[in-house]
């Protein structure tokens, strides 16, 4: 069963920045891509940014220029570094692990910010 352990969410003030990590317990290789998702109260989950195999790229409309997605493959980790957060990033952020049959979630994290 995949593992999938994300830390780093908390709460902060807009305009301040936080990273959070993804360690995943199988080789992150081994997927189809790694992606961040997050779910705001009230909200359906939506897709923050993803990495594919490849190392290709894509982000929410929202959070293009401020947030970062990234990997490091020796230590099966995927980051988000989320920059000038604004009140409507708050939410929980989760780590997903994309295989072509099958997605694989990880607990979540909460993010909070305030104005």
């Known amino acids: 069963q995949v593992q999938l352990v994300e830390s780093g969410g908390g709460s902060v003030q807009a305009g301040e920045s936080l990273r959070l990590s993804c360690a995943a317990s199988e080789s992150i290789r081994s997927f189809h891509a790694m992606a961040w998702r997050r779910q705001a109260p009230g909200k359906q989950r939506e897709l923050v940014a993803r990495?594919?195999?490849?190392?290709?790229?894509n982000y929410a409309d929202s959070v293009k220029g401020r947030f970062t997605i990234s990997r490091d493959s020796t230590k099966n980790t995927v980051y988000l570094q989320m920059n000038s957060l604004e009140p409507e990033d708050t939410a929980v952020y989760y780590c997903v692990a994309e295989r072509m049959q099958t997605n694989y979630w990880g607990q979540g994290t909460q993010v909070t910010v305030s104005s």
């Open positions: 990495i594919s195999r490849f190392g290709s790229t």
